[in-house]
């Protein structure tokens, strides 16, 4: 049996380092472009918050643009656009124009997650399915390992402009190949007789006719993957925007020195994106149920959480830098299983929708928790409540998907 499938979540593996890489430049260079256009901690969560309010947007359009135009130029396009966008901070000359670029940003990197989850679902058999999303997800926390290596030496080679440039390009490299390598698993030549019976031995049904928002939205299935997501997507989003900032403050380090800690908190994240999506997998295959191997996982997860509460009483920078790497490993466990549901609950031609509703309820939230953060933090200097918050998120979350979906049955959509 060939096994052409792993190539497929490989693609959607770089285009996730791609997409973290391109949102992951400003927050690294935060302080060093705070000193040059003097904007404030709100200010910076004005722009932060126009990426999220972009990418609420997006996601409800891009999972439908995805189910109607199919995985493969939905996907195209919209890395056109993300990437031209990510060039446009080099062009930036205020706090307004560097939000109008987050903005147009969260627009185009919109697209990545609900086509990255439809493809994983046309692509792998459910059992595999929640390891194809951590191995594709982890690609998060890679491309935020890269950013302050790669940031740092461009900026020294060719200015921050330069940097947003050349970090904004790379999704053009990535375009060529999945132009080249993409078809739908029933169309590809590569794909043998074996492994395309593989993928579909669970399959529900071949129908890729789009369904009906009316059909959809109602389900109270989709409010629990969209309830799940707006809990906790705000918490990865902190992470992203504001780690290197905090870090850079509370222990008063330069760009330079930031780096090896960042770098640390996401490399300990990947471990878990990958361990979350293998856990359940094995479950069901040592005989769990699909309801019992994906909530325990999560429930571990969110156990696992818990200790980043103590963050902002520790004065110890690499005690810190653990208790936020165990967090973030424990995010991306839970976050595997988390879009795992959408393909759980739903048939494949409602994925990208649910995906892209869910996703839009999450980034909401994102919204709301980022203006939060930047008003704390300009007015009380404490992470305090951000940390408790942050910690409690995954059991709130727990309890509401427990509530809506307690066997985690499929939607009844007719």
Same mark, same amino acid.
């Given at each position: 049996?060939?096994?052409?499938?792993?190539?497929?979540?490989?693609?959607?593996?770089?285009?996730?380092?791609?997409?973290?890489?391109?949102?992951?430049?400003?927050?690294?260079?935060?302080?060093?472009?705070?000193?040059?256009?003097?904007? %404030?901690?709100?200010?910076?969560?004005?722009?932060?918050?126009?990426?999220?309010?972009?990418?609420?947007? !997006?996601?409800?359009?891009?999972?439908?643009?995805?189910?109607?135009? !199919?995985? $493969?130029?939905?996907?195209?396009?919209?890395?056109?656009?993300?990437?031209?966008?990510?060039?446009?901070?080099?062009?930036?000359?205020?706090?307004?124009?560097?939000?109008?670029?987050?903005?147009?940003?969260?627009?185009?990197?919109?697209?990545?997650?609900?086509?990255?989850?439809?493809?994983?679902?046309?692509?792998?058999?459910?059992?595999?399915?929640?390891?194809?999303?951590?191995?594709?997800?982890?690609?998060? %926390?890679?491309?935020?390992?890269?950013?302050?290596?790669?940031?740092?030496?461009?900026?020294?080679? @060719?200015?921050? $402009?330069?940097?947003?440039?050349?970090? !904004?390009?790379?999704?053009?490299?990535?375009?060529?190949?999945?132009?080249?390598?993409?078809?739908?698993?029933?169309?590809? $030549?590569?794909?043998?007789?074996?492994?395309?019976?593989?993928?579909?031995?669970?399959?529900?049904?071949?129908?890729?006719?789009?369904?009906?928002?009316?059909?959809?939205?109602?389900?109270?299935?989709?409010?629990?993957?969209?309830?799940?997501?707006?809990?906790?997507?705000?918490?990865?989003?902190?992470?992203?925007?504001?780690?290197?900032?905090?870090?850079?403050?509370?222990?008063?380090?330069?760009?330079?020195?930031?780096?090896?800690?960042?770098?640390?908190?996401?490399?300990?994240?990947?471990?878990?994106? @990958?361990?979350?999506?293998?856990?359940? !997998?094995?479950?069901?295959?040592?005989?769990?149920?699909? %309801?019992?191997?994906?909530?325990?996982?999560?429930?571990?997860?969110?156990?696992?959480?818990?200790?980043?509460?103590?963050?902002?009483?520790?004065? %110890?920078?690499?005690?810190?830098?653990?208790?936020?790497?165990?967090?973030?490993?424990?995010?991306?466990?839970?976050?595997?299983?988390?879009?795992?549901?959408?393909?759980?609950?739903?048939?494949?031609?409602?994925?990208?929708?649910?995906?892209?509703?869910?996703?839009?309820?999450?980034?909401?939230?994102?919204?709301?928790?980022?203006?939060?953060?930047?008003?704390?933090?300009?007015?009380?200097?404490?992470? @305090?409540?951000?940390?408790?918050?942050?910690?409690?998120?995954?059991?709130?979350?727990?309890?509401?998907?427990?509530?809506?979906?307690?066997?985690?049955?499929?939607?009844?959509?007719?």
């Amino acid at each position: 049996m060939t096994n052409f499938r792993w190539v497929m979540c490989a693609l959607l593996f770089f285009a996730t380092v791609i997409a973290y890489v391109d949102r992951g430049v400003l927050a690294y260079l935060n302080p060093e472009l705070q000193g040059i256009f003097h904007w %404030n901690a709100g200010q910076y969560s004005f722009m932060t918050s126009a990426f999220s309010a972009a990418y609420a947007i !997006g996601l409800v359009c891009a999972g439908r643009l995805t189910d109607r135009l !199919g995985t $493969r130029l939905g996907f195209a396009l919209a890395i056109v656009l993300w990437s031209v966008a990510a060039m446009s901070p080099g062009a930036a000359t205020s706090v307004l124009t560097f939000a109008i670029t987050m903005f147009l940003l969260g627009l185009g990197e919109a697209a990545n997650f609900p086509a990255c989850i439809k493809t994983v679902a046309e692509w792998f058999p459910k059992k595999e399915r929640a390891l194809a999303t951590g191995i594709f997800n982890s690609g998060a %926390n890679v491309g935020a390992i890269i950013v302050p290596i790669v940031v740092v030496f461009l900026k020294d080679l @060719v200015g921050w $402009r330069g940097a947003f440039v050349v970090t !904004g390009a790379s999704g053009f490299i990535w375009l060529i190949f999945w132009l080249w390598l993409y078809r739908k698993p029933e169309e590809h $030549r590569r794909l043998s007789p074996a492994e395309l019976a593989h993928i579909q031995s669970d399959r529900e049904s071949s129908s890729t006719a789009s369904v009906p928002w009316s059909h959809i939205i109602p389900r109270k299935e989709t409010w629990a993957f969209s309830l799940a997501k707006m809990c906790t997507d705000p918490i990865w989003w902190f992470y992203l925007f504001w780690l290197p900032a905090y870090l850079q403050s509370t222990f008063h380090l330069d760009i330079h020195a930031n780096r090896l800690p960042v770098v640390v908190c996401y490399g300990i994240s990947t471990i878990g994106s @990958v361990a979350g999506g293998w856990l359940s !997998g094995a479950a069901m295959k040592g005989g769990r149920s699909l %309801n019992a191997a994906r909530k325990g996982s999560m429930l571990l997860c969110a156990l696992l959480v818990l200790p980043v509460v103590l963050a902002p009483y520790t004065h %110890n920078l690499w005690l810190v830098v653990g208790l936020i790497g165990l967090a973030m490993a424990a995010h991306q466990g839970w976050s595997a299983n988390v879009f795992t549901l959408a393909s759980d609950l739903f048939p494949k031609a409602a994925v990208g929708s649910v995906v892209g509703f869910g996703g839009m309820v999450g980034a909401l939230g994102g919204v709301l928790f980022q203006l939060a953060v930047g008003w704390l933090v300009q007015w009380t200097h404490s992470y @305090v409540p951000i940390f408790i918050v942050a910690g409690l998120a995954y059991l709130v979350a727990l309890g509401i998907l427990q509530m809506l979906s307690p066997k985690l049955a499929p939607a009844k959509l007719d």
